[in-house]
C-alpha cells in the first residue's frame, strides 16, 4: 500500500509564505492527478487545487492567484506553494492521488501536514 507523506507544515503570520510537498512511499506507476484539499476544525474536507498528468490544473476560487500547485513526474513529488496566507486558510492539508486510468483505479491520501495562518 503506498503512503503519501506530507510535509512543510508550519505556523506563519498574516501574509506569509509556506511550501507543502507531497511525496508517495513508492514510486506511483501510470498517470494520475494530484490534488490537495484542506479541513478547518468543524467543517468539512475541501478542495483546494488539483493538477492531472497533463499538467492542467485547477483551483479553488478563493485560492486562485495566491496558490500555485506544482509536480516533478520524475521525482514523483507535487508540491502547493501558497502566497498571501491569511487566517481563513488555516486548515490540515491532505494530499490526495488518484489514477487517471479506469483500468487500474487507485486512490491515495496523506495523513495531513497542519498550515496555521495567524492574524
Known amino acids: 500500500q503506498v503512503e503519501l507523506l506530507e510535509s512543510g507544515d508550519g505556523s506563519v503570520q498574516a501574509g506569509g509564505s509556506l511550501r507543502l510537498s507531497c511525496a508517495p512511499s513508492?514510486?506511483?506507476?501510470?498517470?494520475?492527478?494530484v490534488a490537495w484539499y484542506r479541513q478547518a476544525p468543524g467543517a468539512q474536507r475541501a478542495f483546494v487545487a488539483s493538477i492531472t498528468s497533463g499538467i492542467m490544473v485547477n483551483y479553488e476560487p478563493s485560492v486562485r492567484g495566491r496558490f500555485t500547485i506544482s509536480r516533478e513526474n520524475a521525482k514523483n513529488i507535487a508540491f502547493l506553494q501558497m502566497n498571501s496566507l491569511k487566517p481563513e486558510d488555516t486548515a490540515r492539508y491532505y494530499c490526495?492521488?488518484?489514477?487517471?486510468?479506469?483500468?487500474?483505479?487507485?486512490?491515495?491520501w496523506g495523513q495531513g501536514t497542519q498550515v496555521t495562518v495567524s492574524p
Open positions: 490526495n492521488v488518484q489514477s487517471e486510468d479506469p483500468w487500474r483505479p487507485y486512490d491515495y
Open positions: 513508492s514510486p506511483i506507476a501510470g498517470d494520475n492527478r
